[in-house]
């Protein structure tokens, strides 16, 4: 975009209705989570510091309806639920990665959020592809 023209609005709508759909701190603290396995709820919960069950629920739910992710439950006993990555959601793996570059290069230096634990920070770069 050259100065003093305006963002089109086929330009901009994709921006924004991605910044909607995982725009969320916790959205993607929870995505990163998936890209290391797939996990179950309580696994989850004990890997974000911070959150609550609900706000959890709430995001996994929205997750969910936006084909981030998907549960997926196998028979046995007992049964168990994970929630793991669609193909949708697996895309965002160079995402993070190009958003990790980015704090290092800019926020270095500030202190992290209380969430950020020096897992999730360690980690990032090594996250393994998975298959969907």
């Given at each position: 975009?050259?100065?003093?023209?305006s963002?089109?609005?086929?330009e901009?709508?994709?921006?924004?209705?991605?910044?909607?759909?995982?725009?969320?701190?916790?959205?993607?603290?929870?995505?990163?989570?998936?890209?290391?396995?797939?996990?179950?709820?309580n696994?989850?919960?004990?890997?974000i510091p911070?959150i609550?069950?609900?706000?959890?629920?709430?995001?996994?739910?929205?997750?969910?309806?936006?084909?981030?992710i998907?549960?997926?439950t196998t028979?046995?006993?007992?049964?168990?639920?994970?929630?793991?990555?669609?193909r949708?959601?697996?895309?965002l793996?160079?995402?993070?990665?190009?958003?990790?570059?980015?704090?290092?290069?800019?926020?270095?230096?500030?202190?992290p959020?209380?969430?950020?634990?020096p897992?999730l920070?360690?980690?990032?770069l090594?996250?393994?592809?998975?298959?969907?």
């Amino acid at each position: 975009m050259t100065p003093g023209t305006s963002t089109s609005k086929s330009e901009i709508c994709p921006v924004v209705e991605s910044i909607y759909t995982i725009g969320n701190k916790w959205s993607l603290v929870i995505t990163y989570n998936l890209m290391k396995s797939p996990k179950r709820f309580n696994e989850l919960k004990a890997c974000i510091p911070g959150i609550s069950s609900k706000v959890l629920t709430q995001n996994l739910s929205e997750l969910q309806k936006n084909g981030i992710i998907e549960k997926k439950t196998t028979l046995g006993q007992p049964e168990k639920t994970e929630y793991v990555l669609t193909r949708k959601g697996e895309d965002l793996r160079k995402l993070m990665q190009e958003v990790k570059a980015w704090g290092e290069k800019w926020l270095t230096g500030q202190q992290p959020p209380e969430s950020c634990g020096p897992e999730l920070i360690r980690d990032l770069l090594t996250i393994p592809a998975q298959s969907v």
